[in-house]
Nanobody, 129 residues
């Protein structure tokens, strides 16, 4: 499966953006998806994840209550809805696919970037104060 992330842009602090991660090719496979972000000069950090079914999600403490991950199988798309944005949310955002076992839940997915090999291209988010 190939992934492409869309939807980045410029937002003001307190504003909202929704990113999309669109899958193509091999979408009949069951894959979970994780979102990561990488700010300038920093390592890529886990933002959140969603299981294949969409029945379980997991969000990093830094975004919990502000960001929500959900997916639409009909559109082969996973979304990252970001609200109450802060300047520290400024980063390039990436989505990554994870095959895992049939019982993989969002909570059991890896949270280290090096555990993922199938990445979409990033989309840049800039939050101004």
């Amino acid at each position: 499966v190939q992934l492409q992330a869309f939807g980045g842009g410029l937002a003001q602090a307190g504003g909202s953006l929704t990113l999309s991660c669109v899958a193509s090719g091999g979408t009949q496979r069951r894959y979970a998806v994780a979102w990561f972000r990488q700010a300038p000069g920093k390592t890529r950090e886990f933002v959140g994840s969603i299981s294949w079914s969409g029945g379980s999600t997991n969000h990093a403490n830094s975004v919990k209550g502000r960001f929500t991950i959900f997916r639409d199988h009909a559109k082969n798309t996973v979304y990252l809805q970001m609200t109450r944005l802060e300047p520290d949310d400024t980063a390039v955002y990436y989505c990554a696919a994870y095959d895992g076992s049939p019982g993989t839940t969002a909570q059991t997915m890896p949270q280290m970037a090096e555990d993922y090999t199938n990445w979409g291209q990033g989309t840049e988010v800039t939050v101004s104060s």
